[in-house]
């Protein structure tokens, strides 16, 4: 009898784990792996197995042809979007990408036409969308035919589309229940409750900590070289270092167009919008159009 309520306490704990945390999220079919992805020895039978491998990165990437894994932090350029689904790409040599962190659960379909009542605006990637809807019900993430940048939209839709095969121009819905949209707000208020009995908690080595929002003294761990949205330094201030470099928040950078990473403490864009050009992986104004400003100016 004991034997079985321990068993019976062990799956209760285990399907709590997994309720709290979906991860191993479809992300898209892709030509290329993104620049600085590391491939893990060996080989995988799945993208499931391969994701698995990679637990200190934000994404896997998994080829069938080769049965090869690799890992990274960075979402590859919009235009190397291919056709497919989850463990079957169009093309056997595409790439299976994955978000390995993430409390959403994808759909397992894609929609040819928008989901009703959600409102757009350009993004990164799809992890970026995740964490941006983290403490949403639902997240919208698709690869725009028009203008091939990424786009996120959070909330539940009114109501779906057709459905179609996942690629460029076609909607990828991720989902939460109730209770895990609210754990995306748990975090923050453990910090504050943290803060108020006067607890301090240091960063692993390589993570700073950074203060949220302007709530003095809660803060979060954060790669700096590599967060979009803290690139260089905290957005916010770090804590108990009023003179610390203040980063950027590279989601934020008009001139832009989606592709744009962290790299090194520093915004790295791939894409600029019509009037800007490319130049050491930084957007700049057009010179033409700079001196026409000067001269209305003048």
């Not at 725009?144 to 459905?163: E, L, M, R």
């Amino acid at each position: 009898m004991w034997g079985l309520y321990y068993t019976a306490l062990l799956l209760v704990g285990f399907n709590c784990l997994r309720f709290a945390r979906a991860d191993n999220a479809f992300a898209g079919c892709f030509l290329v792996t993104p620049s600085g992805t590391t491939q893990v020895s060996g080989t995988f039978s799945s993208a499931t197995a391969c994701d698995a491998a990679c637990p200190n990165n934000k994404h896997s990437f998994y080829q069938l042809s080769s049965q090869s894994c690799y890992c990274t932090d960075k979402y590859p350029a919009e235009g190397n979007f291919e056709t497919g689904t989850a463990d079957a790409c169009s093309n056997s040599s595409y790439y299976d990408a994955r978000i390995t962190h993430t409390s959403f659960t994808w759909r397992p379909t894609c929609y040819s036409t928008a989901p009703s009542g959600l409102s757009f605006s350009s993004i990164t990637g799809p992890d970026t969308c995740l964490k941006n809807c983290g403490t949403s019900l639902g997240a919208t993430f698709y690869v725009s035919s028009v203008d091939g940048n990424y786009q996120c939209a959070c909330g539940q839709p009114t109501s779906f589309g057709s459905t179609a095969t996942c690629g460029p121009g076609t909607y990828f819905y991720y989902y939460h229940t109730a209770a895990q949209a609210s754990q995306g707000l748990s975090r923050r208020r453990k910090i504050e409750e943290e803060r108020k009995r006067g607890v301090h908690t240091y960063c692993p080595k390589g993570f700073t900590p950074c203060q949220i929002g302007e709530t003095s003294g809660a803060y979060e761990c954060i790669d700096t070289s590599a967060e979009l949205e803290s690139c260089g330094g905290c957005l916010h201030g770090s804590l108990n270092s009023p003179n610390a470099t203040t980063g950027q928040d590279c989601t934020n950078i008009p001139a832009t167009l989606g592709g744009v990473t962290c790299e090194s403490g520093r915004c790295v864009a791939y894409k600029c919008r019509p009037g800007y050009d490319l130049t050491d992986q930084q957007c700049h104004l057009r010179e033409e159009i700079r001196t026409k400003t000067k001269k209305r100016r003048a």
